[in-house]
């Protein structure tokens, strides 16, 4: 199953969710505010065989500044 990222436009909370591909768009609540402005971000997919992360086509990255970036795989 997929693992998608959201972020919380109310209080900035970013936060990753394993749900099926069908549900990437539903709406969901913020973890820390329970706010459902939520918005979901590039995803990180899993590949069905071994798990493996595969980066997705970030347009932008706040990660990549720190050098090891978990988001875009830089
Ligand atoms: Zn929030």
Do not use: Q, W
């Not at 109310?10 to 099926?20: G, N, Q, Y």
């Amino acid at each position: 199953m997929p693992i998608y990222e959201y972020v919380c436009l109310d209080c900035k909370e970013r936060f990753e969710l394993m749900r099926p591909m069908k549900d990437a768009d539903a709406s969901v609540a913020c973890r820390k505010c329970e706010s459902e402005h939520t918005s979901r971000l590039l995803s990180l997919f899993f590949a069905s065989s071994g798990g493996r992360v595969v980066a997705g086509n970030a347009p932008s990255c706040s990660g990549c500044a720190g050098g090891s970036c978990a988001t875009c795989g830089h």
